[in-house]
């Protein structure tokens, strides 16, 4: 199991404040390091499915960093956990907790790294 090395950053003093207050909640219940390697494959496979392996958009729009730029993380968390009625958007209720959602929306903000696309 490999840790998620550190990335550099460019980020202004607003992008720093907005870090180092995720940090603290995202930290409190990170899902394992098995759980997370699982995650990241739901992600390129099932995800990947509507959203495009590298996450580019297809049938569902792109979840890439610069899209998903601005969006209360808190909208995203719930339309991976509920789905979007009226969408193809499904709910992930069954299959994840609302901190492995919330670890997802992390990753996706941050843009999944090119090495664990690459490996999964
Ligand atoms: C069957 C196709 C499908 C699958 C599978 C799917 N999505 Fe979606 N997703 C969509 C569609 C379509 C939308 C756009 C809904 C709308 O029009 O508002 C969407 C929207 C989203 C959004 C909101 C994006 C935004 O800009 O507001 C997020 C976040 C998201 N999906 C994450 C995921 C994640 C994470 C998974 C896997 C656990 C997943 N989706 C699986 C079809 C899918």
Request: net charge positive; glycine share 10%.
């Amino acid at each position: 199991m490999r840790a998620r090395k550190p990335r550099k950053r460019r980020a202004g003093p607003a992008g720093v404040a907005a870090v180092l207050l995720l940090v603290p909640l995202v930290s409190l219940a990170e899902p394992s390091s098995a759980r997370r390697g699982e995650l990241l494959h739901l992600l390129k496979q099932d995800c990947g499915s509507c959203h495009g392996m590298t996450l580019k958009g297809g049938l569902g729009p792109a979840l890439l960093p610069e899209t998903l730029a601005g969006k209360p993380p808190e909208m995203l968390i719930a339309t991976i956990l509920d789905g979007r009625p009226g969408t193809a958007m499904p709910p992930w209720r069954p299959v994840l907790s609302r901190e492995e959602a919330a670890w997802l929306v992390d990753v996706l903000l941050e843009g999944v790294p090119r090495e664990e696309q690459a490996n999964q």
